[in-house]
């Protein structure tokens, strides 16, 4: 299983990279989770749009759903499209938020993708046996496990502490963990965005064997989440745009 970075910059692209969407690839198959404000141009970097297999939203934020106007454009208009569906895994009302997003008049967005309901429990895409956790977010939100080939990845999207997390992740290769609230925040809300410390709280708790930080925002001190990760897990990264790492 291979991950690559699209975009890790929290509640909006930041200067160095487009907003959250990652790149997951096994046994040929291409799988995209989230498409944050900014993430279609850098994906367009990565891989020819028309290779992408299928689509996971883990919730219907901007910052991890808007790049779905886009790939609809490429996928209508640039002459290079393959033709069929793709499938996007979303939480129930994707369609209608989607349609919205890309036209006033929301029509429906159904040439480009064959949209799928989900909600927590375990199916399958492609090769990746898949299990969803709702999160602790103020939208229905869905942190993400995928196994393939004996190797686990975990993407928590966006979530407060949650024991639910936990447990998705429990022994799992990677965590790819969202970290977007400084440890020094004394205003932080519950219910909405992890510390660095959180994270590694979390993946110390599930017992994974890496941790990736995402998710973090410009105005955020990333060197400062990672060592406030890193002093609670230590086998803790942040992860750069176009990183690959090798599951």
């Known amino acids: 299983m291979k991950l690559t970075i699209v975009g890790c910059s929290g509640s909006g692209p930041g200067p160095g990279s487009p907003a959250s969407s990652y790149l997951v690839e096994h046994e040929g198959f291409r799988l995209v989770l989230d498409l944050g404000n900014g993430s279609f141009g850098a994906l367009q970097g990565l891989i020819d749009p028309g290779t992408v297999d299928a689509v996971f939203l883990s919730h219907l934020h901007a910052d991890h759903c808007l790049d779905v106007a886009p790939f609809v454009?490429?996928?209508?208009?640039?002459?290079?499209?393959?033709?069929?569906?793709?499938?996007?895994?979303?939480?129930?009302?994707?369609?209608?938020?989607?349609?919205?997003?890309?036209?006033?008049?929301?029509?429906?967005?159904s040439d480009v993708?064959?949209?799928?309901?989900?909600?927590?429990?375990?199916?399958?895409?492609?090769?990746?046996?898949?299990?969803?956790a709702r999160t602790a977010h103020p939208i229905e939100t869905y942190a993400i496990r995928?196994?393939?080939?004996?190797?686990?990845l975990v993407y928590t999207g966006d979530t407060g502490v949650s024991d639910r997390v936990i447990e998705l992740a429990r022994g799992a290769?990677?965590?790819?963990?969202?970290?977007?609230?400084?440890?020094?925040?004394?205003?932080?809300p519950p219910g909405l965005h992890l510390?660095?410390?959180?994270?590694?709280?979390?993946?110390?708790?599930?017992?994974?064997?890496?941790?990736?930080?995402?998710?973090?925002?410009?105005?955020?001190?990333?060197?400062?989440?990672?060592?406030?990760?890193?002093?609670?897990?230590?086998?803790?990264?942040?992860?750069?745009?176009?990183?690959?790492?090798?599951?």
């Not at 996928?75 to 793709?86: A, C, F, I, T």
């Not at 909600?119 to 990746?128: C, E, N, S, V, Y």
């Not at 290769?173 to 932080?188: F, G, K, M, Y």
């Open 73 to 109: 454009v490429w996928h209508r208009y640039s002459k290079r499209s393959p033709g069929r569906l793709v499938p996007l895994y979303a939480p129930v009302g994707a369609e209608r938020r989607l349609a919205l997003a890309y036209d006033l008049d929301g029509d429906g967005l």
């Open 113 to 132: 993708f064959d949209f799928v309901p989900v909600g927590p429990g375990a199916l399958t895409i492609g090769p990746f046996q898949v299990e969803l």
């Open 146 to 152: 995928l196994t393939a080939g004996g190797r686990s």
């Open 173 to 188: 290769d990677v965590l790819l963990a969202e970290a977007a609230h400084p440890d020094n925040d004394p205003d932080q």
């Open 195 to 247: 510390t660095g410390r959180q994270a590694a709280e979390h993946a110390a708790a599930a017992g994974v064997g890496r941790l990736l930080l995402t998710h973090i925002p410009a105005w955020v001190d990333r060197i400062g989440q990672l060592f406030a990760a890193s002093s609670v897990f230590s086998e803790t990264e942040l992860v750069q745009p176009a990183g690959v790492y090798e599951i």
